[in-house]
């Protein structure tokens, strides 16, 4: 994964030499200091998306709306900024959530419903937002592979779904992986008991399911704020409804290539892509995904250390309560 990341920053660079670094730098130096206004708005966008895993969660003590604010903060930070194919930060979320009493079956099953509920939303409005291209690109694009690969990504959630509602994530593990350890003399893997029930329990709530479902495409709606803010601070003439394919389109780029980290590289030639088959200047459009690049690095370095942080003060508690026992 080094080396894919490796290879986003050399597109990246290629991008600004091909479309000008000059006129890049001064399309975000024109927007200034009204860049920070990004660093609120996303943590409001994470504040909704986290209301929606709250309602998975239900009332627990302990367990405020910052802290899950913070944890949602954390998510994003490791899949953006660690090689973990976009999903560690939901394994660091787990974990964290059970050092605070919730169970391991109730963390995942949270976690697994709230990614289920994220992944059918993300095809509803990536389906939207070709709809809403295709009149502005006439027969540029090529319709065949676009609805293909739509189609696709249906068939994939879809099945994600059905193996959790009729086989159970855990009883899947254990068939494949599980068999194969023991094949090869080693235990069975620590699955979570009680995490597929847990999970069926939480697909029997259509109230909560539509809670979180209408969180989470708050928080889209969100998300394409911060392109509408970022190109009206670098004064590029965006209509809402680019700023929507624009977001939409984006955000399934980033889940297809969740193989590089923080889709470095790939999200600014999405950016660019995406420019020219909307009549936009792809060196604007280049400057708006630089400027979510820095909203990305302000607030997601800062939230690594405090995570870090986090980590090393529970080791160190650890530890103290064990040399008693040691010594």
């Avoid at 509602?165 to 855990?170: H, I, K, P, W």
């Avoid at 389109?249 to 590089?260: G, R």
Wanted: proline fraction near 4%.
């Amino acid at each position: 994964m080094g080396f894919l990341a490796m290879g986003g920053l050399v597109l990246t660079g290629w991008l600004l030499e091909r479309l000008g670094w000059r006129a890049v730098a001064g399309l975000l130096m024109g927007a200034g200091a009204g860049l920070l206004w990004l660093i609120p708005l996303r943590a409001l966008v994470v504040a909704c998306e986290v209301r929606g895993w709250k309602a998975l969660l239900g009332p627990r003590r302990g367990i405020s709306w910052g802290l899950l604010i913070w944890l949602g903060m954390v998510r994003d930070a490791v899949n953006t900024f660690l090689p973990v194919a976009r999903v560690g930060g939901e394994f660091v979320a787990i974990r964290l959530l059970r050092l605070k009493g919730v169970s391991g079956a109730s963390a995942s099953a949270s976690v697994v419903v709230e990614t289920s509920v994220t992944l059918v939303l993300q095809v509803a409005t990536t389906l939207c937002g070709i709809a809403l291209m295709l009149p502005m690109v006439g027969a540029r694009i090529a319709l065949p592979g676009l609805w293909l690969g739509a189609a696709g990504a249906v068939i994939v959630v879809a099945t994600f779904v059905a193996v959790q509602l009729r086989v159970g994530l855990g009883e899947l593990v254990d068939r494949t992986l599980g068999r194969v350890l023991r094949m090869m003399g080693r235990q069975d893997l620590p699955l979570l008991p009680g995490l597929d029930r847990r999970v069926s329990d939480l697909y029997r709530r259509p109230v909560i399911l539509l809670r979180c479902a209408f969180w989470q495409l708050t928080g889209f709606l969100g998300g394409a704020a911060e392109i509408g803010v970022l190109a009206a601070l670098m004064h590029v003439p965006l209509t809402v409804e680019q700023v929507f394919v624009f977001e939409a389109l984006i955000q399934a780029v980033h889940s297809v290539s969740f193989v590089v980290p923080g889709a470095l590289g790939v999200q600014e030639g999405g950016f660019v892509g995406l420019a020219v088959l909307l009549g936009v200047a792809p060196d604007a459009a280049l400057g708006i995904a630089l400027g979510r690049r820095l909203r990305q690095f302000a607030i997601g370095l800062p939230v690594l250390i405090s995570w870090q942080w986090q980590e090393w003060r529970l080791r160190r508690l650890s530890s103290v309560e064990a040399a008693p026992m040691g010594g």
